[in-house]
């Protein structure tokens, strides 16, 4: 049996016959969270690989700047920051794990 079928879930089954059996089931994908909180996105599919690339590229995930990748409250806090370093304020006041988001954005 291979390696990566030891890691799932045991569940008994009872067959048709009565007898009983192990069947593994099949992990569950974990939901995609927010890279700076940690909490999980909204309108990111949660499904496994096959399916998600069966669905439209623009439905897996929001349209926007760091969708997919940070939270609507943390996107929000980038772009303001990346604003006001625009104009004029002070690089050393942001926080550094914001930092990076903010140099990414154009
Ligand atoms: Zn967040």
């Known amino acids: 049996m291979k390696r990566s079928v030891y890691r799932l879930k045991k569940r008994q089954r009872k067959t048709p016959s009565g007898n009983h059996s ?8 974990t939901p995609a969270t927010c890279a700076l909180c940690r909490q999980r996105l909204n309108a990111v599919l949660n499904h496994s690989r096959a399916l998600i690339r069966k669905t439209a590229a623009t439905a897996r995930r929001p349209q926007r ?33 914001l930092l990076k988001y903010v140099r990414m954005l154009k």
């Open 65 to 97: 700047v760091f969708g997919g990748v940070l939270c609507a409250n943390c996107t929000r806090h980038v772009v303001k920051t990346k604003t006001r370093l625009a104009h004029g304020a002070d690089e050393k006041a942001v926080p550094l794990t």
């Open 22 to 29: 192990q069947i593994r089931k099949n992990k569950k994908p």
